[in-house]
Structures are given as structure tokens and as C-alpha cells.
């Protein structure tokens, strides 16, 4: 009896570290992966050379990709858009839906120097019609001298379908 708990305690453990996957790979469940790469690995808003650490999805689809759409969460600071051709910062706000353009996190300047929370980033990429999950990214940052931002570890994982 004591081998099969251990057994059944050891496969809980490689569930929960991702060792062995939730989902088995059947026929009708598609591959899709998803990882968060960054351009940067620390941020301070005082930065004059960027608006945050830019947040660039990696993703291998067998879904076209104009099936999909990607949703991006923080619980804590906000997400802007930054790109050419006129360099203008656009406030996004803590969840965006996009196609998969690059988007960058930040946090208000008016909250340097205070005590702030460690921030965990998330990116769904979703069948654009039924909403529903194909793959998950997360990227956690936190903090060095209390107001620089400094990204720790990003966990990918793939959903069931």
C-alpha cells in the first residue's frame, strides 16, 4: 500500500512542477505553445531611453493565426503601446486583448519610493470566436531597491482542450 502512495505523491509533485503534462496530446488537441520575452530586464520609470519593459509573445500555432487573439493581464502597474511611426505612449490599461504586437509594462512614477507588490504578467493565447484557452505564459517581476522593476522567471504551460 505504501509504494502506491508514494507513487501517487510523486506524480502529483511532477503535475504541479510541470515535469509531466496535465493535458495528453490526442488527435484533436492542437500544440499550441506560448512564451513571454522581454526586451529588457529591469525598469525604472525614470528611463528616458524606454516606456517599460517590452513584452514580445513567442508562439508556435497550428491555428491560423488570425484565429487566435492574445489576452494579456497584470495585477499590478499597466500595460502601453509604443511603436513607430510617432513614438506615442498609449496607455492600455491592466488587461489588453491584441493580435500579438508588442506592448510594454509599466508602472506610475508617482508610486516610486513606496512598497510594491510583486507582479505577475499573463498571456492567454485564445481561439478568437469561442474565447476558449489554447496556451498560457506567465512572466513574474519584482523588485530591486524598491523601485526597479526586474523580471525574475516566466512559466509557459499548455492547456487542455
Not at 79 to 86: G, I, K, M, Y
Amino acid at each position: 500500500m505504501r509504494p502506491v502512495i508514494g507513487l501517487i505523491v510523486l506524480g502529483v509533485a511532477m503535475l504541479a512542477m510541470g515535469i509531466v503534462p496535465l493535458a495528453t496530446q490526442g488527435d484533436d488537441v492542437l500544440p499550441e505553445e506560448v512564451a513571454i520575452q522581454t526586451d529588457i530586464d529591469v525598469y525604472i520609470p525614470i528611463m528616458s531611453s524606454t516606456v517599460g519593459i517590452g513584452l514580445i509573445p513567442v508562439y508556435e500555432l497550428e491555428s491560423p493565426p488570425e484565429t487566435v487573439q492574445l489576452h494579456w493581464r497584470t495585477d499590478y502597474g499597466y500595460f502601453v503601446a509604443w511603436d513607430s511611426p510617432d513614438f506615442k505612449v498609449n496607455l492600455l490599461g491592466p488587461e489588453v486583448i491584441n493580435n500579438g504586437e508588442k506592448i510594454y509594462w509599466s508602472y506610475d512614477p508617482d508610486e516610486m519610493g513606496v512598497n510594491k507588490p510583486a507582479v505577475e504578467i499573463s498571456l492567454q493565447v485564445e481561439d478568437a470566436i469561442s474565447g476558449r484557452v489554447l496556451a498560457e505564459a506567465r512572466l513574474k517581476i519584482g523588485w530591486e531597491e524598491q523601485d526597479t522593476a526586474s523580471v525574475i522567471s516566466g512559466i509557459n504551460t499548455l492547456q487542455e482542450a
